[in-house]
């Protein structure tokens, strides 16, 4: 029961939606789900098909007579969700074959699935449009109609027995919407169950359906038969019912249907449709045909399979990987203008602090280095870690649907979304490296090169992991961007660059061993000068005045590296565990 409705004064502990509903759906059968807003249509097809996230289910699904167990039910069932979710920077072709390689047989080669995918393409009218970018929906890509059809192949090409659509023709026009029942009656006639939840359908598109489901508020069924032809077993059925009015001439059979069974018309006429719906012969039919496939006939076996998915986990890390590195090598928004960035910051940067990294005779001198270490490190962590979550944001809603539909477990695509960062970030850290390092005039040596290169790779990285964990913890990137922001403050206030770590408070000491910037300006300062034994102008040493000032030791360098490791495996297992245990879609 929600809070909201308990401070109303409800004061049962549970809500409930669907009340004693029962029937069945057959193959080669097209059946339509409707109801007034708020019968329970949608949730009657989340909780058949196994999406419901919340509250309690108590009755008896069946499968061909054998109790329903979702773990086999997803993967020969398919869900064709309302809003068409998919990977924004692949191909039709692409989507489809990523679908299909996931979730058929792993018996079934290469070639037979590139030619199923071919025939999908064919039913569903989307073989001229193989090679279109998906796209964002409203921004580029895919017509909405286009990408409904998209959503049925892609579950089509996963060869389902039982096909669920919410909704398949809401939002489109009236030829959009023919076109797309085109292809669901396409489908039905493989001899497929399909049911699809329908409002205010036309006539044409009402009339394409073979059974009707009908509901009314509160979550009770009213009308579970066939239509007849121009609905006339429907319409036979209701004007039997005394005080319904008459359908006049050329009015739409569902319009009328929905009217004369709306909570006012029961008011109005003293009668409740789902008690005249149990006291009729048709419920007594439905009731015999629900015992009769209630039972499994003889011959035939409880389907099962050896393991939870299709394809065994490796195959799994391939296919994630593949599709990632489609969207990425794709989406030059992203990465293209990253790498931009990163070049302007380090031309700014480098000229900024034109030569300063050659300078040693004062402690302003260090003082100014470390200032270019701390800006680099800021500048271009925190852009990586903003620029990142609109990315995973996206690719997240994507990973919902397909884990729900039993393509892959949380693991392949975790690991697949941090593997493909690893070449980007490394691409921008050597050309950060390469160009700041020698405008700066750091020292040229091969070692002390490399541990430059080294820290602000893996700063980098963590940063960018980072700005993912923050996503997969919060329900959206903007409260992920909020979470994120907050610690970038603390980190900087942290780093030992503002307030070094000999002089911050004892109480908040602990706090600068926890912040992984102070650690990469620890390797990076002392990778460059932790080992020089010039004399500046107060008569100590660098290497003297680094212990001295900012308690920095050359022979903790190998620790420090380990440390900045550590952070950037830290933020990844965190990403993974989140993603894997957090779901914030709520149905």
Same mark, same amino acid.
């Given at each position: ?32 789900? %409707? ?8 949730? !009657? ?46 191909? &039709? ?27 999908? /393409? ?24 286009? $990408?409904?059809?998209? +959503? ?35 489908? &039905?006639?493989?001899? $497929? ?67 004369? +069974? ?72 992203? +990465? ?15 000229? %900024? ?6 300078? =040693? ?11 270019? /270490?701390?800006?680099? &490190? ?22 919902? =649907? ?12 975790? !690991? ?51 700005? %993912? ?65 010039? %004399?500046?102008? +107060? ?47 709520? =149905?």
């Amino acid at each position: 029961m929600p809070q909201e409705m308990k401070n109303k004064g409800f004061l049962e502990d549970r809500l409930v939606l669907l009340k004693g509903v029962s029937g069945t759906f057959r193959p080669g059968v097209l059946t339509a789900l %409707m109801g007034v807003s708020g019968a329970g249509k949608t949730t !009657l097809m989340d909780v058949l098909s196994g999406r419901k996230t919340g509250g309690y289910v108590e009755g008896n699904i069946t499968i061909s007579g054998y109790p329903k167990r979702q773990e086999t039910f997803a993967r020969i069932s398919g869900y064709c969700e309302q809003n068409d979710i998919h990977s924004p920077h692949l191909t &039709v072709q692409e989507s489809l074959f990523f679908s299909a390689w996931l979730r058929l047989a792993p018996e079934v080669n290469v070639e037979t699935r590139k030619i199923f995918v071919e025939e999908v /393409m064919e039913l569903v009218e989307l073989a001229p449009l193989r090679g279109a970018l998906v796209g964002l929906p409203g921004v580029n890509g895919l017509s909405t109609e286009q $990408r409904k059809r998209l +959503t049925i192949a892609v579950e089509l090409v996963a060869n389902p027995s039982i096909i669920f659509m919410d909704e398949p023709t809401s939002g489109l026009d009236a030829r959009a919407a023919a076109i797309v029942m085109r292809t669901v009656r396409n489908t &039905v006639d493989t001899g $497929r169950t399909v049911v699809c939840t329908i409002h205010q359908p036309s006539i044409d598109i009402f009339e394409a359906f073979d059974e009707l489901f009908l509901m009314k508020q509160g979550g009770q069924e009213i009308y579970v038969g066939p239509l007849g032809h121009h609905s006339s077993q429907l319409i036979k059925y209701f004007e039997g019912i005394e005080g319904v009015s008459k359908i006049r001439n050329g009015h739409n059979p569902a319009t009328w249907m929905l009217e004369v +069974t709306s909570s006012a018309q029961e008011m109005a006429l003293g009668v409740d449709f789902n008690e005249a719906y149990k006291n009729s012969e048709l419920y007594m039919r439905n009731k015999s045909l629900i015992n009769e496939l209630s039972t499994p006939r003889p011959g035939t076996k409880d389907l099962l399979f050896p393991s939870q998915y299709s394809q065994p986990f490796l195959i799994q890390c391939i296919a994630c990987l593949c599709k990632q590195h489609w969207s990425y090598w794709r989406n030059p928004p992203y +990465t293209a203008v990253r790498l931009l960035y990163t070049i302007i910051i380090s031309l700014m940067l480098g000229t %900024m602090f034109w030569d300063l990294g050659s300078k =040693r005779s004062t402690e302003q001198d260090l003082l100014n280095a470390m200032g270019s /270490m701390y800006a680099s &490190v800021l500048f271009l962590g925190v852009n990586n870690s903003a620029s990142v979550q609109p990315v995973v944001a996206i690719e997240r809603t994507v990973f919902y =649907r397909e884990r729900a539909a039993g393509m892959y477990s949380a693991l392949p695509y975790a !690991l697949a979304q941090v593997a493909i960062e690893i070449p980007y970030v490394f691409v921008q850290a050597a050309v950060y490296g390469t160009i700041g390092y020698a405008m700066i005039g750091f020292e040229w040596t091969a070692a002390k090169f490399f541990w430059y290169l080294f820290f602000m790779y893996f700063t980098l990285l963590y940063f960018t992991f980072y700005g %993912m964990m923050t996503v997969a913890m919060t329900p959206n990137q903007h409260i992920g961007s909020i979470f994120a922001s907050a610690f970038y403050g603390i980190w900087n206030l942290f780093s030992g660059f503002i307030v070094p770590r000999t002089r911050i408070p004892v109480w908040w000491r602990w706090y600068y061993w926890a912040c992984p910037v102070a650690w990469t300006l620890y390797g990076l300062l002392v990778s460059q000068f932790g080992d020089i034994e010039d %004399m500046l102008d +107060t008569q100590q040493t660098v290497k003297e005045f680094l212990r001295s000032f900012y308690g920095f030791r050359y022979d903790f360098l190998g620790v420090v590296a380990v440390v900045i490791v550590g952070f950037t495996i830290l933020f990844v297992f965190t990403f993974a565990f989140f993603i894997k245990v957090l779901n914030f879609q709520r =149905r």
